[in-house]
């Protein structure tokens, strides 16, 4: 009787260890699908700004990779994307009106109404910029001097924003 009693209970350890890996297997294979799906590398961000006439600019400041695209989208989708070539790191500015030579893109008017969407990425790499949202009042509320960055209307000092990579 003991010998069959062990015997269960060997059969059971084991069975429990095999639930124990097939647990720890699932939770493993878990964590990477959720991590694959997940976000990109952030390298940067991307901010607005207002020019010397109070139009906004694209500010895009890249890390230690190059992120070489910016893409505009409001409530009905994408109004512009622009692409830098060739790939630059560090600060760059982009005039959505009128894209220079280095951000190849048709310009686009500003949307006078609802929320617009600016996200920074890279052509070349699974990598991203944190973007920012902007709202119309947020955007007659820039002052020369600060960046909008995030969702929330909060604004930086060009300087702080210029040295987010330090």
């Known amino acids: 009787m003991s010998l069959h009693f062990s015997a269960r209970v060997l059969t059971l350890r084991i069975v429990a260890r095999g639930r124990l890996s097939l647990a720890l297997a699932v939770l493993a294979c878990s964590a990477a699908f959720l991590t694959a799906g997940c976000a990109s590398a952030v390298s940067g961000r991307v901010g607005v700004a207002v020019?010397?006439?109070?139009q906004p600019v694209l500010v895009v400041i890249s890390c230690d990779r190059a992120l070489d695209e910016v893409i505009v989208?409001?409530?009905t989708g994408e109004i512009g994307r622009w692409?830098?070539?060739?790939?630059?790191?560090?600060?760059?500015?982009?005039?959505p009106a009128a894209p220079t030579r280095l951000?190849?893109?048709a310009g686009i008017s500003w949307p006078q109404r609802g929320?617009?969407?600016?996200?920074a990425a890279s052509t070349t790499t699974e990598l991203d910029g944190s973007g920012v949202?902007?709202?119309?009042?947020?955007?007659?509320?820039?002052?020369?001097?600060?960046?909008?960055?995030?969702?929330?209307?909060e604004?930086?000092?060009?300087?702080?924003?210029?040295?987010t990579c330090d």
Do not use: I, K, M, Y
Not at 51 to 54: C, N, S
Not at 115 to 119: T, Y
């Open 133 to 153: 949202v902007v709202a119309p009042r947020w955007l007659t509320q820039l002052t020369a001097g600060h960046v909008l960055v995030g969702d929330s209307g």
């Open 51 to 54: 020019d010397d006439r109070g």
């Open 115 to 119: 929320e617009v969407s600016v996200n």
């Open 83 to 95: 692409t830098a070539d060739p790939a630059t790191s560090g600060l760059t500015t982009l005039d």
């Open 103 to 105: 951000w190849r893109g």
């Open 155 to 163: 604004t930086v000092p060009r300087d702080q924003f210029e040295s």
């Open 73 to 75: 989208s409001d409530a």
